[in-house]
């Protein structure tokens, strides 16, 4: 670990990131002017998500809107606990709120709505969103690329794709990304965010994730490296905000090729037959066998790599979605394809097709942004000034043009017009209202509607989904941009479980069961009209190779918030199917993502039972980041190691189970017979 700046409290943002960051303003207008401007981003306005649902205690929690990473440093140091705040597109609530201050006295807070200063007590949370100006730094020579944990994963992926050089002519993109590209990289990271993909794992894998750049809880600003700090990088990659602040991460960068996507409609027993095969392969092969040293996945069969399933429950369809990539071995599947030479599968063709072969003067702005100043310089592509590029790297003239519009109108667009406030000194907490909760939506709730509401989905699986040929970043799955202001719009949560591949088979006999009884291909007419309780479709994805190679599956309940808060027993049901039938659970608990909805009620949730002797390692970690508990959310009841000896069973290389008395056995204040039963949750 390199301690980037010392930190120096109380000093005000250099005056040059000012002007910066004003430059992007005017140009925004004329990007705004010419191109429309993505209304995706959350800025920080308040502390709810991105549905305005789940808001944290306002009474308690205040916000910081930073402008600079100095900001972050200082809020770190000065308040009593502090949680990062990505674009809230997460449906946790207890893990994104910071804990109240352990004596519950809230800040004093004056009437007008100013700013209120910072209190030893207060409790705050960091909306990174509000940080300007943002930097994406490519390094072409060695396939990565170091960007600000605010970027938007969406922004980021457009950049790579359009950062168009001589040796990577189809641009560049990430390994592989989740289908949902609308949250921050950093907050993608922090709950372990992925697509599907056996082979790069999730946007936290160690294919995926290089460095991080983190405040730590004295409001140091801290590199971590695999190679430095192995133990500490291996918590820090899934953290959840709870070890530190992430103001920047070194992503490993791949060029793009061109992909052959392919859509199959299988019958449901033609998705659980291949299921079943998954499972024989995972089990033939063994946990260890799956993994080849250099973190390739081997013995499971090659359809599966990149492979994922829109289930449509009401329509008894799995919609499988497969890739075959031009530079996989032996590939041939696209032909046509020349590696080391341009190809035409995209505008990019034409970029270079016209001749464009002059280069942008290759001035590099060596911007000295806020708390590294003075220290190793921070290489930012400023707002509409001269790009970067690393030595070797010439961008073509239209691709800087590009990324010119990109890093000005969407990356560095202004906060909105009429937003809070930020005070002179950004490290000050600021009072937050509530927003007003969004109205129910009559269209998705209605029970006739699940016909209109399926119709639709599918619709959209063949219109992202459909078969094409096209550069990797296009071909891969993603959320449109389009849906985003219905997703705001329409309230519901999103639950996510994975299971290990070695149960995929039985799990999914027992999901199936459960949504359709014994006829799973719906052979009898009338068990089709039957309502199955969803009107989105699940997403089935493969993600490997992390702590183990998982099957996650994400489901979407829209009902519950539509139908006047009643709970969805439907829905319900496959989520216990999922969480409790033995044949889910026979190789392990089935494990849920930090960043959504389903969660067990408090004290229902078990770190030791769910991760075993990794959940006493984290404790080690954060033991010895946050020694004081400076990044607590508001979710003790899960980070706890009550009853493990942590001072005495820590090791260099994480808990030392081999030590006498230490057990990673954590005591739990709720007993398990006083817990719901599966699904273990009693909120929706
Ligand atoms: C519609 C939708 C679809 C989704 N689809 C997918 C998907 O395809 N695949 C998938 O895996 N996930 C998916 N997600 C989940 C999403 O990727 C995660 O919830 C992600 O954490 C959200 O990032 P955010 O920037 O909005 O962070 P927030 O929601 O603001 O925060 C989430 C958590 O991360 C922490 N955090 C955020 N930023 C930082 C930081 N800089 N440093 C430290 N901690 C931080 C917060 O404290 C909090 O605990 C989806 C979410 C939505 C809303």
């Known amino acids: 670990m390199a301690e980037i700046p010392p930190f120096r409290p109380a000093q005000p943002p250099p005056a040059r990131t000012r002007a910066v960051a004003a430059a992007g303003a005017l140009l925004f207008l004329l990007a705004v002017a010419a191109t429309g401007a993505r209304a995706?981003?959350?800025?920080?306005?308040?502390?709810?998500?991105?549905?305005?649902?789940?808001?944290?205690?306002?009474?308690?929690?205040?916000?910081?809107?930073?402008?600079?990473?100095?900001?972050?440093?200082?809020?770190?140091?000065?308040?009593?606990?502090?949680?990062?705040?990505?674009?809230?597109?997460?449906?946790?609530?207890?893990?994104?709120?910071?804990?109240?201050?352990?004596?519950?006295?809230?800040?004093?807070?004056?009437?007008s709505g100013a700013a209120v200063i910072p209190t030893p007590g207060s409790s705050v949370n960091i909306a990174l969103t509000t940080l300007r100006p943002l930097a994406i730094e490519v390094n072409a020579s060695d396939s990565s690329v170091w960007v600000d944990a605010a970027v938007i994963t969406a922004d980021l992926l457009q950049f790579l794709a359009d950062f168009v050089t001589e040796d990577a002519p189809a641009g560049w993109t990430l390994p592989a990304f989740p289908w949902f590209v609308f949250q921050t990289v950093g907050g993608a990271v922090a709950t372990g965010s992925h697509g599907s993909s056996l082979a790069a794992g999730s946007l936290s894998s160690r294919q995926q994730l290089l460095a991080l750049e983190v405040v730590a809880a004295d409001g140091s600003l801290r590199r971590y490296t695999p190679e430095e700090e192995p133990f500490l990088f291996r918590a820090l990659r899934v953290s959840v905000g709870r070890l530190g602040v992430i103001t920047r991460l070194k992503m490993r960068i791949e060029r793009e090729v061109p992909v052959r996507r392919t859509l199959t409609r299988l019958a449901p027993s033609a998705f659980l037959a291949r299921m079943r095969e998954l499972q024989a392969a995972a089990r033939a092969a063994g946990p260890a066998a799956l993994m080849t040293p250099n973190g390739t996945v081997a013995a499971l069969p090659a359809w599966a790599n990149d492979t994922e399933w829109f289930w449509v429950p009401q329509k008894y369809e799995f919609y499988q979605v497969a890739f075959s990539r031009a530079d996989a071995p032996g590939a041939g599947a696209v032909s046509g394809f020349v590696p080391d030479n341009t190809t035409v599968f995209s505008r990019k063709g034409d970029m270079l097709a016209l001749g464009e072969l002059e280069f942008p003067a290759t001035a590099v702005a060596n911007l000295t942004a806020g708390a590294t100043a003075g220290a190793q310089p921070v290489v930012v592509v400023p707002p509409g000034g001269p790009l970067n590029f690393t030595a070797g790297a010439r961008l073509y003239a239209r691709s800087a043009e590009g990324l010119r519009r990109l890093v000005a109108g969407e990356i560095n667009a202004p906060l909105p017009a009429g937003g809070p406030p930020r005070p002179v000194d950004a490290a000050q907490g600021q009072p937050w209202a509530e927003p007003a909760p969004n109205r129910p939506s009559l269209f998705y709730a209605a029970s006739n509607m699940a016909e209109g509401t399926n119709e639709i989905t599918r619709i959209g699986i063949r219109d992202v989904a459909g078969n094409a040929t096209v550069e990797s970043t296009a071909a891969y799955i993603k959320q449109p941009n389009a849906t985003l202001a219905q997703l705001r719009r329409t309230p519901y949560d999103q639950y996510e479980v994975s299971m290990p591949l070695a149960v995929v088979g039985d799990c999914f006999a027992a999901v199936l069961e459960s949504a359709y009884g014994a006829d799973i291909d719906g052979a009898d007419a009338a068990n089709r009209t039957v309502d199955k309780g969803f009107r989105t479709a699940p997403l089935i994805r493969l993600v490997g190779p992390d702590d183990g190679l998982l099957l996650y599956i994400n489901l979407e309940d829209y009902i519950f918030y539509n139908s006047g808060r009643r709970p969805n027993a439907r829905f319900r049901a496959i989520m216990a199917a999922l969480t409790g039938d033995p044949r889910c659970t026979s190789s392990g608990p089935i494990r849920l993502h930090w960043g959504k909805a389903g969660w067990p009620d408090a004290g229902c949730w078990r770190g030791d039972e769910q991760y075993g002797i990794n959940w006493c390692s984290f404790g080690c970690a954060a033991r010895t980041l946050d020694p004081q508990g400076k990044f607590r959310d508001s979710a003790p009841d899960r980070w706890t190691w009550a009853g493990v000896d942590l001072e005495r069973c820590c090791g260099p290389n994480g808990f030392d189970a081999q030590r006498e008395g230490c057990a990673c056995t954590v005591r739990h204040e709720r007993p398990r017979d006083k817990c719901p039963p599966p699904p273990f949750y009693t909120s929706r």
């Open 40 to 111: 995706s981003v959350l800025h920080g306005v308040d502390l709810s998500n991105f549905q305005n649902e789940f808001p944290c205690d306002n009474a308690s929690v205040l916000i910081i809107r930073p402008h600079t990473v100095l900001d972050v440093q200082r809020a770190v140091a000065s308040h009593a606990t502090v949680m990062a705040s990505g674009a809230g597109h997460s449906w946790n609530q207890p893990f994104f709120c910071a804990a109240p201050p352990a004596n519950a006295s809230a800040p004093a807070r004056p009437p």
